[in-house]
C-alpha cells in the first residue's frame, strides 16, 4: 500500500447505526486530519491530530468522534447521524502540523450517505 | 469575507489555450499556498504550492504568488482535455491558526 488509504470507500448507514472510518498513511508523516466534502460546499476541516494529539475540533458534533492510536491510522466513529451528515470524508496526511510545505495528502475517502 | 476565494465557474478553454485561475484571501499574514486538482468523484490532488512571492514553475502548470496584492493563481498551458477538474486554492491562513482553508473550487472545462 502507498500513500494515503481510507475504508471503506462507500458507506451507507441507518441513522441509530454505529460505524466507523479508517485511515491509514504510509508516508511517514506525523499529522492526520479529517476533512468533510458537501455538494457545493467547500472542504471543511474537522478534526487535526499532529503526533496522535489532537490539535483541532473544529466545532464537530459529538456524534463524530475521532480517534488516532499512532501517527500511520486514523478513525472516525459514527453514531446516530443525521441525513445531512451525508458527504465526502476524506482523509490527508502531512509532514509537520497545519500547512506546512509541501502540503498535505489525501486518501480517496469515504461516500457516506445516512438514511 | 471568506478567508479563501475563488471564482465557481465554470472556466471554458479550448485546448492548447492557457487556462488562469485566481484566488484570493483575507489575511494579508498568510504564507503558504497550495492548488489541489479534483475530478468528479475524486480525491484532491496535490500539483502545486507556493509560499514567496513571485511565480512557480512545474511543467504545464505555473504558480504566481501577490502577497501585497493577496491574490495567488494558477496558469495551465497547452490546456488537454484531461485537466477538466475543479482546482481548489488552499492558503495557510494566518487568521484560521494557520490551518489549510479551502476555497470553493473553481471548475474548468478543456473543449477539444
Known amino acids: 500500500e502507498t500513500g494515503v488509504t481510507q475504508t471503506p470507500r462507500h458507506l451507507v448507514m441507518g441513522m441509530t447505526n454505529k460505524k466507523s472510518l479508517k485511515c491509514e498513511q504510509h508516508l511517514g508523516h506525523n499529522a492526520m486530519y479529517w476533512y468533510k466534502q458537501s455538494a457545493k460546499k467547500p472542504l471543511e476541516l474537522m478534526f487535526v491530530y499532529n503526533f496522535k494529539e489532537q490539535t483541532e475540533n473544529n466545532s464537530v458534533p459529538s456524534r463524530f468522534s475521532p480517534e488516532c492510536p499512532n501517527s500511520s491510522h486514523l478513525f472516525l466513529h459514527l453514531h446516530t447521524l443525521q441525513p445531512e451528515d451525508s458527504a465526502l470524508y476524506l482523509c490527508?496526511?502531512?509532514?509537520?502540523?497545519?500547512?506546512?510545505?509541501?502540503?498535505?495528502?489525501f486518501g480517496p475517502g469515504t461516500r457516506l450517505t445516512v438514511l | 469575507q471568506k478567508e479563501v476565494e475563488q471564482n465557481s465557474g465554470p472556466l471554458s478553454v479550448p485546448e492548447g489555450a492557457i487556462a488562469s485561475l485566481n484566488c484570493t484571501y483575507s489575511d494579508r499574514g498568510s504564507q503558504s499556498f497550495f492548488w489541489y486538482r479534483q475530478y468528479s468523484g475524486k480525491s484532491p490532488e496535490l500539483i502545486m504550492f507556493?509560499?514567496?512571492?513571485g511565480d512557480k514553475e512545474d511543467g504545464r502548470f505555473t504558480a504566481q504568488l501577490n502577497k501585497a496584492s493577496q491574490y495567488v493563481s494558477l496558469l495551465i498551458r497547452d490546456s488537454q482535455p484531461s485537466d477538466s477538474a475543479t482546482y481548489l486554492c488552499?492558503?495557510?491562513?494566518?487568521?484560521?491558526?494557520?490551518?489549510?482553508?479551502f476555497g470553493g473550487g473553481t471548475r474548468v472545462l478543456v473543449k477539444p
Open positions: 507556493i509560499y514567496s512571492n
Open positions: 488552499a492558503g495557510s491562513i494566518k487568521a484560521a491558526g494557520n490551518k489549510l482553508t
Open positions: 490527508a496526511s502531512s509532514q509537520g502540523g497545519l500547512a506546512g510545505a509541501p502540503g498535505q495528502f
